[in-house]
């Protein structure tokens, strides 16, 4: 392995190290049930930016920790990146200053490692394309470390190859020196002993920053539940929507708005982590539009009212039309901004004018109040989403990283 | 050979740096993370105290809600009987005298910010029934519900007759407006927000120059002094108690 290739590795290893390591700081922030912004720049120390939203929605992902059940927020993968970089810097900075007296099998060794990292990356790229539609800065930042690593191990291997050619497969002494020990290009001779040890110290790096974590982490179980609860559990008129599959067990109560890009990523969760089927939903619109809802001075999104009513239009159809209405919220969110008549022509051109006579009907309008009604008689906040079990709040914090944990806590069957 | 047996000068560089880096960089990093992880549950164990407040779900509030014209809706909503289902529905004259101590004018004048929201309906002499126009005009008042808790119907007599006669009159029309809205409707709770209020001919007439300008059920007829006070006045109150 040449230096130049040692020294690229180590500066992607210490690249990989710093996003790793806002990738993990920024989750452990978390851990106290705050908002926090989040760092998300391939830049170093960039100011946070409307980038961030896609670092959140990475972060929310069921993807972005394992042993989610087992502890609030779960144990973000980015600590095993903080470890496994950390090996690489060592290992890299051992190669760069060994030069050509570094053992052949620490070059072999070091190439066939940085496989992990790669693999790991590609895994990522493939869920965030597939799964999330979206990527995240700083994790683009560790893919591009990760194969600006892999590569540069690789380079190194080839040209450990060509070592190997060129000397005719001789090797040297563990303890010769290049120049009277053989000749220029004749490495040291390591045997077998060397490789397993550096694969426990992998394995040992690569695992010792998640146990630190695991083990520091708070106790997050007095915190849940308790959010409030629903004064009134039924709406007298039988408004809500109710939505439910042959699986749903658990009486559910969601506060949602078709607009907002936070009940979107929500019910993706909920979809994402198999839990929505199991729930036996009734949903309560609850559009920030003061159009329809007299709670909000302005329109925090602008034709949520109308899409509400879509929504209440669907009858047999709703769980569709809303899902449909998440899917397509940036365009809806646009024709919203341009007009009524705007956002009415995209409802009809995929539900058809019969949709968009029931929206103008005035019972679709008193329907809607209602479920605007049954949110002020609760006096539940002005925000949204907002899901109740049995009529007690699952609070806010814990609907997106904590969300795996607080559903094992609170109704373990819904993870079954 | 030169250095057989022992490592060569340098030979053993590599693998200490590489060493002491990979101890001193997975070190530092497993403090910082055990350091951010315990901030984190300190922070957690301490209230939030600059967390951002949250408006709270709730009915309209108009402007027009003042003391004295929620100290009217209060009483004729839970004083009077009127509401949750009690047997007893709606305020005698003299109950709005004593609860109100207002002139009639002032009582009046509590209601000229619900113009726009509400409607007058009129009625034919002596009668309580509701004609196609009061329907339409009920129906159409109580769809633009938007923010409001309370539904407030205040019926009243012309002078026409004796007292005890136009209290009673005024008494079924407040109850026809009721009937209709809970028949139209459908609506399971209408009891819960519906006042009602009769008046007869003793207190707060309405004075025909200002009233038979509001919305009523019978636009295009002749609306006199007899004509607007043979009606109820209906409409959401965009008022919390």
């Not at chain 1, 720049?41 to 939203?53: K, L, M, N, Y």
């Not at chain 1, 144990?75 to 950390?86: D, E, H, K, T, Y």
């Not at chain 1, 969760?269 to 809802?293: G, T, Y």
């Not at chain 1, 929206?359 to 899901?387: C, W, Y």
């Amino acid at each position: 392995m040449t230096r130049i290739s040692s020294l690229v590795a180590l500066v992607a290893s210490l690249l990989g190290l710093l996003f790793a390591s806002y990738s993990t700081f920024d989750y452990a922030k978390h851990l106290d049930r705050r908002l926090h912004d989040i760092h998300c720049s391939i830049i170093p120390g960039a100011p946070v930016t409307d980038s961030a939203d896609a670092c959140r929605a990475a972060m929310y992902s069921p993807y972005s920790a394992l042993m989610k059940e087992k502890f609030w927020g779960g144990v973000p993968i980015s600590l095993f990146a903080v470890g496994a970089f950390c090996f690489f810097v060592a290992f890299s900075l051992y190669l760069v200053v060994s030069g050509d007296r570094a053992p052949r099998k620490a070059v072999q060794f070091f190439a066939l490692a940085t496989l992990a990292p790669v693999g790991a990356s590609l895994l990522m790229f493939f869920i965030s394309l597939t799964k999330l539609g979206t990527f995240c800065l700083i994790c683009v930042g560790i893919y591009i470390s990760s194969t600006l690593l892999g590569v540069s191990a690789l380079l190194g291997y080839l040209g450990l190859r060509g070592e190997i050619r060129a000397s005719g497969g001789k090797v040297g002494s563990p303890y010769a020196r290049p120049d009277t020990g053989g000749g220029p290009g004749l490495r040291p001779d390591v045997g077998w002993t060397h490789p397993p040890a550096w694969l426990v110290a992998l394995a040992l790096f690569t695992l010792a920053p998640a146990v630190v974590y695991a083990s520091a982490m708070p106790d997050h179980r007095p915190y849940l539940g308790n959010c409030g609860s629903l004064k009134v559990q039924e709406e007298a008129a039988n408004a809500l929507i109710k939505m439910s599959t042959p699986r749903s067990t658990m009486p559910t109560t969601l506060f949602e708005d078709p607009m907002c890009p936070t009940c979107k990523a929500f019910h993706e969760r909920l979809l994402a982590e198999d839990v929505f089927d199991k729930l036996k939903v009734q949903l309560s619109l609850f559009p920030l539009d003061s159009e329809c809802n007299w709670m909000l001075t302005d329109p925090l999104h602008p034709g949520a009212c109308i899409v509400a009513k879509a929504v209440i239009c669907g009858g047999s159809q709703a769980r569709q039309v809303l899902e449909w209405a998440y899917e397509n919220q940036e365009v809806l969110t646009k024709a919203g901004k341009q007009g009524k008549e705007q956002l009415r022509a995209v409802i009809q051109q995929k539900w058809g004018p019969a949709t968009l006579n029931c929206m103008d009907e005035k019972q679709t309008a008193q329907t809607l109040n209602r479920h605007l009604h049954f949110a002020a008689d609760n006096g539940i906040p002005v925000s949204t989403p907002q899901m109740y079990f049995n009529g007690k709040r699952f609070c806010d914090e814990d609907t997106d990283i904590g969300l795996r944990y607080t559903l094992g806590q609170i109704a373990p069957e819904v993870l079954k | 050979m030169s250095g057989e047996g022992k490592p060569a000068p340098g030979a053993t560089l590599g693998p200490v740096v590489g060493i002491a880096a990979g101890a001193v960089l997975i070190g530092a990093m497993l403090v910082s993370i055990h350091s951010a992880v315990k901030s984190a549950g300190e922070r957690l164990a301490t209230p939030e105290t600059d967390k951002p407040a949250v408006a709270i779900a709730d009915q309209a509030e108009a402007a027009y809600c003042t003391p004295q014209f929620k100290q009217v809706l209060e009483r004729v909503l839970h004083s009077c009987g009127l509401v949750e289902g009690q047997s007893r529905r709606g305020c005698k004259p003299a109950d709005v005298k004593t609860f109100a101590s207002i002139s009639d004018e002032d009582f009046n004048a509590l209601f000229r910010p619900l113009r726009e929201r509400g409607g007058v309906i009129l009625y034919d002499t002596g009668m309580e029934e509701l004609d196609d126009g009061a329907k339409k005009l009920i129906e159409d008042r109580w769809a633009d519900r938007k923010g409001a808790r309370y539904f407030l119907v205040v019926a009243r007599a012309s002078k026409t007759g004796s007292p005890d006669k136009n209290q009673a009159l005024s008494h079924r029309r407040a109850n026809s407006v009721f009937m209709h809205i809970k028949e139209s409707s459908g609506e399971p709770d209408v009891d819960k927000k519906v006042g009602l209020l009769w008046l007869g001919s003793e207190y707060a007439q309405l004075d025909p120059k200002e009233f038979c300008q509001w919305t009523n059920s019978r636009a295009g007829t002749k609306c006199d002094d007899d004509a607007v006070n043979r009606s109820a006045f209906a409409s959401w109150v965009d008022c919390r108690l």
